[in-house]
């Protein structure tokens, strides 16, 4: 499994941001797909989880209302649309994924960073 992202840069508080993570290596409808996101001295937090089966997504409570994934079964891509970014928001965003069947119960965000396969991740930068 592969996935690269891109997407990232520097903005102003209030300005948007949309990440992409396209894959490769798996069969889309079989895995879950999430954002994860580390700042400096902070722990991993898992921003969001996608379904690829059903398009299903959940958000971290930090996010949720600014952040919508969603995925593109045609171009084996998700993506991460960030509205009213925050300077809370700088972070290095890695998209992660792993099997559907090897999670159960209902889809948390925080799953994403439990996945086996990571990206290289890409930096988002907010200012005040």
């Known amino acids: 499994v592969q996935l690269v992202e891109s997407g990232g840069g520097s903005v102003q508080a209030g300005e948007s941001l949309r990440l992409s993570c396209t894959v490769s290596g798996l069969t889309f409808g079989d895995f879950l797909i999430g954002w994860v996101r580390q700042a400096p001295g902070k722990a991993v937090e898992g921003v969001s989880c996608?379904?690829?089966?059903?398009?299903?997504?959940v958000y971290a409570d930090s996010v949720k209302g600014r952040f919508t994934m969603h995925s593109d079964r045609t171009k084996s891509t998700v993506y991460l649309q960030m509205d009213d970014l925050k300077p809370d928001d700088t972070a290095t965003y890695y998209c992660?994924?792993?099997?559907?069947?090897?999670?159960?119960?209902?889809?948390?965000?925080?799953?994403?960073?439990?996945?086996?396969?990571w990206g290289q991740g890409t930096q988002v930068t907010v200012s005040s």
């Open positions: 996608i379904s690829t089966r059903d398009g299903q997504a």
């Open positions: 992660a994924a792993d099997y559907l069947v090897s999670f159960g119960g209902e889809m948390k965000a925080d799953w994403a960073t439990q996945f086996g396969a």
